[in-house]
T-cell receptor, first 115, second 111 residues
Framework: EAQVTQNPRYLITVTGKKLTVTCSQN?????MSWYRQDPGLGLRQIYY???????DKGDVPEGYKVSRKEKRNFPLILESPSPNQTSLYFC??????????????FGQGTRLTVV | GENVEQHPSTLSVQEGDSAVIKCTYS??????FPWYKQELGKRPQLIID?????GEKKDQRIAVTLNKTAKHFSLHITETQPEDSAVYFC??????????FGAGTRLTVKP
């Protein structure tokens, strides 16, 4: 079954304690991205990746890191989480076709609380 | 970069009525416009999309229209049902494959 898998689904952590949210897709998609969702702000892009070893900043990259060592995985790293990073996070992937043929497939979401 | 604006932020309709959600985008190079539905506590899911070489697309009760000259596109839901209640997001993707989302519209369909 085609899917994007995020882990963990829920996480409560303390300020400053490094954490990683994993994202994996089994569709051989080139493009992967991370979004955070906050009430009234919709989905804001954090980072995206066009392919292996290629990453770029989105709209709100401050406080986050990503890596793309393999095509299927795109982890989101918070080196020193702060309470303003409390949010719902979504990973997404899509095939990189020009013109684009398909929208993004989303993971289940990770609800992060930083206290 | 691309900027997408979505209106209204909330919309309440009576069951059976139509609902229209509108989005504008800034980058004239954008060429793909998907719409996502997000039910409470769930992930966004693609419900319909349109490419820039098409003006209108319909799938049962859902239709999307695109006006490239004016840089706006709209979602139309006819004969609304309570299960249509959700948050709807529009998005625009440019040639660099980067997707930008609108802020979302919370649709409530009253029985």
């Amino acid at each position: 079954e085609a899917q994007v898998t995020q882990n963990p689904r829920y996480l409560i952590t303390v300020t400053g304690k490094k954490l990683t949210v994993t994202c994996s897709q089994n569709m051989n998609h080139e493009y992967m991205s991370w979004y955070r969702q906050d009430p009234g702000l919709g989905l804001r892009q954090i980072y995206y990746s066009m392919n292996v070893e290629v990453t770029d900043k989105g709209d709100v990259p401050e406080g986050y890191k990503v890596s793309r060592k393999e095509k299927r995985n795109f982890p989101l790293i918070l080196e020193s989480p702060s309470p303003n990073q409390t949010s719902l996070y979504f990973c997404a992937s899509s095939p990189q076709l020009l013109p684009p043929e398909a929208g993004a497939f989303f993971g289940q979401g990770t609800r992060l609380t930083v206290v | 970069g691309e900027n997408v604006e979505q209106h209204p932020s909330t919309l309440s309709v009576q069951e059976g009525d139509s609902a229209v959600i509108k989005c504008t985008y800034s980058d004239s190079a954008s060429n793909y416009f998907p719409w996502y539905k997000q039910e409470l506590g769930k992930r966004p899911q693609l419900i319909i999309d349109i490419r820039s070489n098409v003006g209108e697309k319909k799938d049962q009760r859902i239709a999307v229209t695109l006006n490239k000259t004016a840089k706006h596109f709209s979602l139309h839901i006819t004969e609304t049902q309570p299960e249509d209640s959700a948050v709807y997001f529009c998005a625009a993707r440019g040639l660099d494959n980067d997707m930008r989302f609108g802020a979302g519209t919370r649709l409530t369909v009253k029985p």
